[in-house]
């Protein structure tokens, strides 16, 4: 009689996905608690390793807030304050959010604009962050605010591999769900503590409604062609934008455009 062989070793992916689950339990478990947040943390390390976990929530009148920021890999003023008083409307992830208020994973390379690690937010917010990768899962909270929950590879780590994000688009409902249903009173008490700070705007009163759209597009990151395609004009045309927006500021570069905005 043929003796039995043993049954073959798991694959990879097999025992990601009992880390994984073993480490979503945990987090049910401990939902609502302020262990919540490192036991999804510890959970989400299974499936793909990062450096930085740490989220923000966007309400429906143009505002942003501290979601969790309790462990951040850099300068909490680079990475937070500087964030929350106005950068974010140069995000990705919050252009994303404001064209689809679903509940999914975001990932950052493949929502930038063309010239993003060219612009001066690129320069001024990622650069001293060092986040070199990003993705994020979308959460609705109360008060029809949303937020986002990011990992971040910083420093000298390598990108996400499409492996990797495909494990974390594919959890991405479940993580979004929990996540959802631990912060969603968050909303409430930032809404009646920090009520007063105003909505974040790209304005001035010397340019056109279309000149501060052009304005904004190019802190965003997006090249003259990528602003014709976005705006429908020729190239030419946008130049010609870009000279009267300059010349009206009395600047030269992106670099005194973003700090005349985003001081």
Not at 37 to 60: D, I, R
Not at 121 to 144: K, M, N, P, S, W
Not at 215 to 222: A, D, E, P, R
Request: hydrophobic share 45%; with cysteine.
């Amino acid at each position: 009689m043929t003796p039995k062989r043993p049954p073959p070793p798991p694959a990879p992916a097999d025992h990601l996905r009992t880390g994984w689950i073993a480490g979503l339990a945990e987090a049910a478990r401990v939902l609502g608690t302020p262990a919540f947040a490192t036991c999804l943390e510890q959970a989400l390390l299974k499936l793909a390793p990062f450096q930085m976990m740490n989220g923000f929530v966007y309400s429906p009148d143009g505002r942003a807030f501290d979601l969790y920021n309790e462990k951040i890999a850099a300068d909490r003023s680079v990475i937070v304050d500087r964030y929350l008083a106005g950068a974010f409307v140069l995000d990705p992830f919050y252009d994303a959010i404001l064209a689809d208020r679903s509940e999914r994973l975001l990932v950052m390379r493949r929502l930038a604009p063309d010239d993003f690690a060219g612009s001066e937010y690129y320069r001024q917010h990622y650069a001293t962050t060092r986040i070199v990768d990003e993705t994020g899962f979308v959460i609705r909270l109360d008060r029809d605010c949303l937020a986002v929950l990011s990992l971040s590879r910083t420093g000298v780590a390598r990108l996400f591999s499409e492996a990797e994000i495909a494990r974390l688009e594919e959890v991405a409902p479940l993580v979004s769900a929990l996540a959802g249903r631990h912060w969603h009173a968050v909303p409430e008490a930032l809404l009646e503590h920090q009520g007063a700070r105003p909505a974040a705007r790209i304005e001035h009163p010397l340019l056109t409604k279309r000149e501060l759209e052009i304005v904004t597009l190019i802190l965003k990151g997006h090249s003259n062609l990528s602003l014709s395609g976005v705006l429908s004009l020729s190239p030419n045309t946008v130049k010609v934008h870009r000279r009267q927006i300059y010349s009206k500021l009395r600047i030269s570069s992106q670099a005194e455009l973003f700090a005349l905005f985003l001081s």
